[in-house]
């Protein structure tokens, strides 16, 4: 069935640098993939989208890369700083009403 | 504005016990869902409706009933809570016709536990 891997499962960087997360989607009909943020108690919030005609964009330190032929996508965060220390998951939807959700990664920024 | 709100925000149960949570949003959107968040897995699809009047089951809808009756309102039900049910519901809405823009957006959250 439709699925979608993301690793890692935790992560941990240095305060400044980067931190990459990658996801799998298996439905090959996805067209919209979008990174939620969600913050300790708090509830996911979108951060970042991308949809299939794009390959990569970006807002400020965030970025997403998406690869179709490999049905592969990322989120890029640079310049790490300790208020990014969440978790975040990616999904994938065919553009209609279901979402696929990954398991989500949760970043630590250490001061 | 409000954009999506759930209620209750925390509630314990009693296995066997029932009870409703209700899931309202103000952005005309047409889809609506229940998760459940659990620790290491994620959001899990309960169930969705895509229009008033209409449900579907998710990937996990076993123990969970859903009804839409009005197009803003979307509720969730517990017949006869589990131990296996205690977990973090979010409820999401999606997808306003006429609109390019698919974002999901999430209420806040229950945290429900059944002891």
């Known amino acids: 069935g439709e699925n979608v891997e993301q690793h890692p499962s935790t992560l941990s960087v240095q305060e400044g640098d980067s931190a990459v997360i990658k996801c799998t989607y298996s439905?090959?009909?996805?067209?919209?993939f979008p990174w939620y943020k969600q913050e300790l108690g708090k509830r996911p919030q979108l951060i970042i989208d991308?949809?299939?005609?794009?390959g990569e964009k970006k807002d400020q330190r965030i970025a997403v890369t998406l690869n179709k032929t490999a049905k592969h996508f990322s989120l890029h965060i640079t310049e790490t700083q300790p208020e990014d220390s969440a978790v975040y998951f990616c999904?994938?939807?065919?553009?209609?009403?279901?979402?696929?959700f990954g398991t989500g990664t949760r970043l630590k920024v250490l001061a | 504005n409000a954009g999506v709100t759930q209620t209750p925000k925390f509630r314990v149960l009693k296995t066997g016990q029932s009870m409703t949570l209700l899931c309202a949003q103000d952005?005309?959107?047409?889809?609506m869902y229940w998760y459940r968040q659990d620790p290491g897995m994620g959001l899990r699809l309960i169930h969705y409706?895509?229009?008033?009047?209409?449900?579907a089951k998710g990937e996990v809808p076993d123990g969970y009933n859903v009804s839409r009756l009005k197009k803003q309102n979307f509720l969730l039900g517990l017949e006869s809570a589990a131990p296996s049910q205690t977990s973090v519901y979010f409820c999401?809405?999606?997808?306003?016709?006429?609109?390019?823009?698919?974002?999901?957006?999430f209420g806040q959250g229950t945290r429900l536990t059944v002891v």
């Open positions: 999401a809405s999606s997808y306003e016709k006429g609109l390019s823009n698919t974002e999901a957006f």
């Open positions: 439905d090959s009909a996805s067209n919209y």
């Open positions: 991308i949809r299939s005609n794009v």
């Open positions: 999904a994938a939807n065919t553009g209609t009403y279901k979402y696929i």
């Open positions: 952005m005309n959107h047409e889809y």
């Open positions: 409706s895509v229009g008033e009047g209409t449900t």
